[in-house]
């Protein structure tokens, strides 16, 4: 049986990690002693299968791979030549961009300027919005599992999931989240969300945790699309939210959910779904149908399946 294809990259973003640890090849992620920033290692929070091996980063360019994967900035532009050999780093190499630009809208050049490296954006709109000029640059839309849970809906409130929201500002829509919590019942959860927030809810513990939730709303402005949006859709959660970024072409109003760009008439729609649970599970069977065709796990693995055999045959 032919090796399958030895990637090196690092722990970025833990849930994309576990959907990318999917795919049939084995990812290698290295970490150091103090298990800081980007060095985590395989870490706890998520059961990942034994094809994620984690590595001493100093051991690094003494091992055999068939490429790199980066996820973020400092991946690219300093992590490869601290901890990979000359050879190492003429190894195919794709980067992975999972936000959209954040100094600019829509004229900020991203750093990836190599013509052989390959740029995977997670969205069509941060496809949209950066700014690139190599030859090779393409979406793989987000892939989730959430492992059959199905939506019950019987808690009269709504459910946010974001991490330190309090601490990210408009952006992420804290002014909005402190608004509608006014007029509307939420829980936030996550970490770093105090003094708004109930908890932090580990990923493999959160469509369990969500689906009794009427609905999800998502207050952010600005950034990509969340994987906790597609977790919710595929449970079956009615998604609330902003007009604004991938959302946008996401969430058909009256059917999967509402968007809008007025929040009073978003909070209108909120108080209806907390008032009307048949609407709200009329909204939720539609949604859960939508993410079953948009966030399919096996449709993302084989698309990175995919490239990745490309790059190294």
Known sequence: MAQK??????HIHGSYLYYLSQGDYTLY?????ERGPRYVGRGSTFP??????EVPANEVRHLEFDLILFQCDENYLEDQYMILSELQQLLPKIYI???PPWHHPCDEIHPVTNPAVTLVHVTHFNHLMWKTNIPDVRVISHGVDTHGVTYNGRLKK?????NNLPSRGRMLGS???ERVQQQVPLDLIGMGNAPYGIREVLHPRLPEFIKDYRFFFNPIRYTSLGLAI????MVGLPIIGLATTELSTVIENGKTGYIGLDVDELISKMNRLLCDPIHAQQLSAHAQHKAQELFDITRFTQQWEYLINKKIN
């Open 5 to 10: 294809p030895r990637i090196l990259t690092w």
């Open 29 to 33: 992620i290295p970490y150091t002693p």
């Open 48 to 53: 990942f299968g034994d094809n994620v091996v």
């Open 97 to 99: 961009e999972h936000d």
């Open 158 to 162: 709504g459910i946010v999931v974001i």
């Open 175 to 177: 002014d909005i989240f």
């Open 230 to 233: 597609c977790e919710a859709m």
